[in-house]
Every structure is written in structure tokens, then in C-alpha cells.
């Protein structure tokens, strides 16, 4: 069985196959734990159905397998920040 992930970030998408993966297991740790593209978290569910991910190619594109929508970058989406923020000045002298 074919194993997808699909990055949470609406403004990315990226879809990675990792069922090769799966055969090595300190290699998909570090495939697993954020997208290669944005650094945002994967998850094996699918953004508008909530299932498991399935995912087939017509014309080359991947969509859901359940809903058969396109899982493709929302051009619309805000793209968050890579990492918290530092807070400023949180060390201050009274």
C-alpha cells in the first residue's frame, strides 16, 4: 500500500509518497517530522475531507482519492512564519 503525507500549510500542499520510506526507519523520522518545502507539519489526512490520505495522478496532479480535489497550493493562503517569533525585550530591567 502506498503511504502519503501532505503538508498542513494551505499555502504549500506539498505531497510526499513515503511508503519507501517506511522500510527505513531513521530515514522516515526525519522525512516525517516537518515539509522539505516550508519546514510546516505533514499529516497523513487529507485538508478538505479529513480522511486518510489516498492520493491518485490524473494529468500528472495529485488529488484526493476520497473527494477528488486537487491537492495543490492555495495562492490565497497566508504562509505562517517558520518558527515562534523571539519576544523582544522580554528580559527587562525595572
Not at 499555502?11 to 509518497?17: G, I, M, P, S, T
Not at 523520522?29 to 490520505?53: M, Y
Not at 488529488?63 to 517558520?82: D, M, S
Request: hydrophobic share 30%; proline share 12%.
Amino acid at each position: 500500500m502506498t503511504h502519503f503525507v501532505i503538508c498542513e500549510n494551505a499555502a504549500c500542499h506539498f505531497v510526499l509518497d513515503i511508503s519507501n520510506q517506511e522500510r527505513q526507519a531513521t530515514r522516515r523520522q526525519s522525512i516525517l517530522s516537518a515539509c522539505p518545502e516550508c519546514g510546516s507539519n505533514l499529516s497523513s489526512t487529507c485538508p478538505f475531507s479529513g480522511r486518510v490520505l489516498l492520493v491518485h495522478w490524473p494529468g500528472g496532479l495529485p488529488h484526493c482519492a476520497c473527494c477528488h480535489r486537487k491537492l495543490q497550493p492555495n495562492p490565497n493562503a497566508h504562509t505562517p512564519p517558520p518558527g515562534p517569533a523571539p519576544i523582544a525585550n522580554a528580559a527587562k530591567h525595572h
